[in-house]
């Protein structure tokens, strides 16, 4: 593989319980399933390490799922299995999903122990009324407990995920969240709105239309997310991720930017050499699998016009948005020429701004971002 230097987004899908607007690869499992997907797991990773030797990993992220919900041990034995077959950047960058009411001191110790240095708690409201609608296991008081003892245990780098358009949810109720989050000084604040997912218990709910926020509180929820983070130090990078100066999720920023990614574990996602490939979705044709190469195998190479929409799509979600020059150097043509007419109205109708030779979205340009981006389509 040509791959030099690449991020590790390793899935745990385990889960106490589903929420009820969740359509992530997650789910309630028995001690053997956990243990057999651990397994399986550390296997995938000594495989890929063989195979991608001399690749240096920049970021890793542990992510699901829940993986706080599992045994520590399970996460301290994949560090070091990570540790034992890649080399990685002196300065890497480890995530962790955890969920509040899921740790306690011995596991967050066993975390830091074990080389996690960045920690992202799943909060979505400070509401307990909205926490319930959610589905949510924990309450705000579990949260602002393992949120503190995450502070003792030495975790200097903290990201809350927050949630805006959650049924019953109110200017007031949002404003009172984002602000008591902000109080807590976190390094990093994820602000999604919610997303009605097919599929979903909340898709089947016939109740929920009229619980949900109306279309316009949503974008000024959006607005005050700005402004409110701002008046506490935070600055945004990307459409809903904020952070405290220098603090921006360096693992979200290579994604990004396009940097390639390897994906282990249940239906993870890879992109390796102009390769997108997935693992299996079904536990059982994951635990099944005897070589781990063989979705790169069925993988075929993205065209040159599905690079470029890929990084006009991910760049443009940056607040930096994307570099001209970056793009001549990659594509070896124009930006400029190749989407002209698109830039120009973009810009003719205040949706995209251009400057120091970075063509980025205006703020009346992210409320409308999936339009836009549609627009650099091939
Ligand atoms: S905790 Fe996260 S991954 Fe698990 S069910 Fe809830 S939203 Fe989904």
Redesign the pocket.
Known sequence: MKTKKMELYVHIPF?IQ??NY?D?C?FQASKETIDAYMKQLYREIGFWGKRLSGTMLSSIFIG???PSCIDAEYICCLCECIKEYFAWEPKIEITMEA?PGTVDQQKLQKYYQAGIQRLSF?LQSTKEEELRYLGRIHTYEDFLNSYELARMTGFENINIDLMSGIPKQTMTSYEETLRAAASLKPEHISAYSLIVEDGTPFAQNPKLEQDLPSEEDEVQMYAMTGEILGEYGYEKYEISNYSLPGKECRHNLGYWSGIPYLGAGLNASSYLDQKRFDNPSKMKDYLELMTFEKPWQQAEELSIEAQIEEFMFLGLRKTEGVSKQEFKEKFHQSLDTLYQDVIENAIKQGWMKEKNQRLSLTEQGILISNQILCEFLL
Request: include cysteine; charge should be positive; charged fraction near 10%.
């Open positions: 889960c589903k929420c969740c992530f997650s699901g799922g829940t969920n799943g």
